[in-house]
C-alpha cells in the first residue's frame, strides 16, 4: 500500500490549470476513438459482406469479436497500468489501437479483419477505462464533474455519432475508410500523450513483481471459452451476442457458454479474493459508492444501449431509412448529450447526484412511453424530440453516476475501480441487447398469432380488403391469379408489419418501467455532502 501511496505522489500535486485540461482532452480523444468503433462498423457490415464474400453470421464476428476482446481487457487495466506504468500503458494501447486499425482497413480476407478488430477491441480496452482514471487522478474533486463531463461526451455520443460517420464514409469512400479515418486522430492522439500525460516515477515498483497468470487464466475461462467458433473468443459476451441466433439454451453451443461462463465467475472471483497480487482487483468493491453505482451501471447499461439499439433497427426496417439517414436520426440526440453533459459537469458536484440520477430516469422513462406510439407514419420529425430528450436524460444518469461511484474513492483505488465499474456498464448493454433481442423475436411471434386469428375467409373485413387489393392488381394489368396470389402476400407483409410495430412498442413499454422500477437502487450510493471544494481522498 506504501508503494502504491507513493506511486500517486507525484499526481497528486497540483498542476497548472491549462495542463490540466490538456490531460483532460488528450484522455478523453482515446476514449471517443475507442467508443466511435464500438458502433460505426454496424451501418457497413453489408458492404464488407459483400466485398469479403461473407454470411450474415460471419461478418457479424467483425463486431462480435471487437466486443468480447473489450471485455476481457477492462478488468485487467488497472494492472497493466501499475505493471508498466500509466503513461506508458496508454501511449502504448493508442498506437497498438491505430495500427489494428490499419490492418483493419487493408484485411482481404474475414479473417484478417476478424482477428485485426480483435486485436483493435484488445487496444480499445485499454483506452476508455485508463482514460477516466487519469480524470479523476489528474483533478480535485471541485472540478472532476466538469472533467468527467468531457470524458462523458464521447462515451455518450459515440455510439449515435458512430453510425453516423460510418454511413457517410461507406457511401462516399467505401467502408474501410472507417478504419482509415483512425489513422490522423491516433497518431493525434499519440502526440498529446507524449507531450502532456505526467511521465510515470521512473524510481517506481508494480505493487507486486508477480505475474497473476492464475486469475489471466479464470479470466480467460469466463470470457474466451468459445474458440470452437473462432479465436479468443469469450464465453460470457459470446453467450449474450449469439444466444438469440441460437434460440438460445435449445442449443447445445449456448449452453456450453453457459456453464463454462458460471464456472469461470465462480472461480475467478474466489481467487481473486484470495491471492495477495490479483490481476483483478475486486477488494475495492468494499467501497459501498463503487459496489452500488456499478450495480446502477449495469441496469444504466441495459437500458441505454438496448433502446439505442432498438430505435436504428425500427427506422431501417420499418420506416426504410438507409445507414445515413438512420445516422442523422440519431446525430441531434448526440448533440444534446454532448451539450447537457458539458453544462451539468459545471453544477454536478454542488447537487446531490441521486436527484439528478433519479431526475435522468424519470425523464429517459417518459421519453419511452412516447416512443411506445410509433407507427408506420411516424416520420423523423415526430421522433426529433423524443430521442432529443433521451440524450438528455442520458447524460442526467451517466455524469453523476460515474461521480457518485468513483468520486469518493482514494487515488490508489481509482484505477481498479474505473476498470469495474466501465466492464459493468459495457456487460450491461450486452445484456441489454441480448435480452431486447429475444423479447422482440418473441413478442413479434406472439403478435402475429393473436393477428392471424382474425384474417380469416370468414372475416368481412379481410374479404372486403382483398377484393380491393386484387382488383387493383388486375387494373395493373395482373390475371386473377397472379391478383390473388399478390394480394396474399401483401396482406401477409402487412401482418408482418403490425406485429413488428407492435413488438417495438412492447420493448420501449418495458425499458420505461425498468427505469422506474430501479430507482430504488439510487439510495443505495448513499448522500453526498453538495459542496464545490471537498479535499482530495488519498
Known sequence: MARTQTRHKASDKAEPGWLKWAIAITASLGAILEVIDTSIVNVALTDMQSSLGATITEIGWVVTGYALANVILIPLTAWLGDYFGRKTYFIFSLIGFTISSILCGFAVNLPMLIISRILQGLCGGGLLAKAQAILFETFPPSQQGLAQAIFGVGVIAGPAIGPTLGGFLTDNLGWRWIFFINLPFGILAVVMALTFLPGDDKNHKPISNKVDWLGIGLLAMLQQGAAQRAIALGCLQAFLEEGEKEDWFESGFITTLAIVSVIGLVLFIWHELTTDSPAVNLRVLRHRSLAAGSLYSAVLGMGLYGALFAVPIFAQSVLHYTATQTGMLLFPGALASAVTMLMLGQITSKIDPRAII????????????????????????????????????????????????????????????SGFYNLTRQLGGSIGIAVLTTLLAQRQAFHRKILVEHVTPYDDATNQRLSMLESALQNRGEDAATAHQQALQIINQTIDTQAQILSFEDIFWIVGVAFLVTLPLLLLLGKRKPTADLPSAH
Open 358 to 417: 433519479a431526475g435522468g430516469g424519470i425523464l429517459t422513462s417518459l421519453v419511452m412511453f412516447q416512443l411506445a406510439g410509433i407507427n408506420p407514419d411516424t416520420s423523423s420529425d415526430d421522433l426529433f424530440y423524443p430521442l432529443l430528450w433521451r440524450g438528455v436524460g442520458t447524460v442526467m444518469m451517466f455524469l453523476p453516476l460515474s461521480l457518485a461511484a468513483l468520486g469518493p474513492l482514494p487515488k490508489q483505488d481509482i484505477s481498479a475501480g
